[in-house]
Nanobody, 121 residues
Framework: VQLQASGGGLVQAGGSLRLSCAASGRAFDTYAMAWFRQAPGKEREFVTAIRGTDGNTRYADSVKRRFTISRDNAKNTVYLQMNSLKPEDTAVYYC???????????????WGQGTLVTVSS
């Protein structure tokens, strides 16, 4: 599976951005898709994930009720809608694919290249 993330940019606090991640390869709908992020000097952390089989989702507490993950299996694409952005959301955001839903980045099978999100105060 190859992943291509896009949609990052500079936004003011309180604003919104939508990230996209296009996947190539077979059986996209069987993979769980996830977003992780890594801020400067920090470890990569789980943000959210969505299962392929039933669309079940999980969110990190820090983004609940602000971020929404969704997927379009017909387009092999996963989205991350980010609302009410805060400066602490500034990071490189990575999309990821895995055969099952995990939150540990060390267990991820496939990574995209990352897209930078900068939230100014």
């Amino acid at each position: 599976v190859q992943l291509q993330a896009s949609g990052g940019g500079l936004v003011q606090a309180g604003g919104s951005l939508r990230l996209s991640c296009a996947a190539s390869g077979r059986a996209f709908d069987t993979y769980a898709m996830a977003w992780f992020r890594q801020a400067p000097g920090k470890e990569r952390e789980f943000v959210t994930a969505i299962r392929g089989t039933d669309g079940n989702t999980r969110y990190a507490d820090s983004v609940k009720r602000r971020f929404t993950i969704s997927r379009d299996n017909a387009k092999n694409t996963v989205y991350l809608q980010m609302n009410s952005l805060k400066p602490e959301d500034t990071a490189v955001y990575y999309c990821a694919a895995n055969r099952w839903l995990v939150q540990d980045p060390h267990q991820i099978e496939f990574w995209g290249q990352g897209t930078l999100v900068t939230v100014s105060s």
